[in-house]
């Protein structure tokens, strides 16, 4: 099992961009998908961006797609969401997740997952 460790968030003003990253810890990190969730006050934890274990393939919530993008570096054992034109819908806690199986999907559900990190506070204000 990986383990996931998030970090970058933080307070920003709507129309700006923030980083996040998240370290895996595990030899099996490069041959996993990986995906980023967010949960809000009072809503269920939801699917925001999914990338396959080379890269190649990344997929979206229709929320964030063309605002958001997730990347992966193996080498270092991260993945990265850059979020841009930040809303103050976007404010929830962001969790890094590693899926159940090897195979890649376009979206996932809480219950796909095997691995949660510890999450990581994005804050837009209006």
């Known amino acids: 099992q990986v383990q996931l460790v998030e970090s970058g968030g933080g307070l920003v003003q709507a129309g700006g961009s923030l980083r996040l990253s998240c370290a895996a810890s595990?030899?099996?990190?490069?041959?996993?998908?990986m995906a980023w969730f967010r949960q809000a006050p009072g809503k269920e934890r939801e699917f925001v961006a999914t990338?396959?274990?080379?890269?190649?393939?990344?997929d979206y919530a229709a929320s964030v797609k063309g605002r958001f993008t997730i990347s992966r570096d193996n080498a270092k054992n991260t993945v990265d969401l850059q979020m841009n034109s930040l809303k103050p819908e976007d404010t929830a806690v962001y969790y890094c997740?590693?899926?159940?199986?090897?195979?890649?999907?376009?979206?996932?559900?809480?219950?796909?997952?095997?691995?949660w990190g510890q999450g990581t506070q994005v804050t837009v204000s209006s």
């Open positions: 595990g030899r099996t990190f490069s041959i996993l998908p």
């Open positions: 997740a590693a899926p159940k199986g090897f195979s890649y999907s376009a979206t996932y559900y809480s219950s796909d997952i095997s691995s």
């Open positions: 990338i396959s274990r080379s890269g190649a393939s990344t």
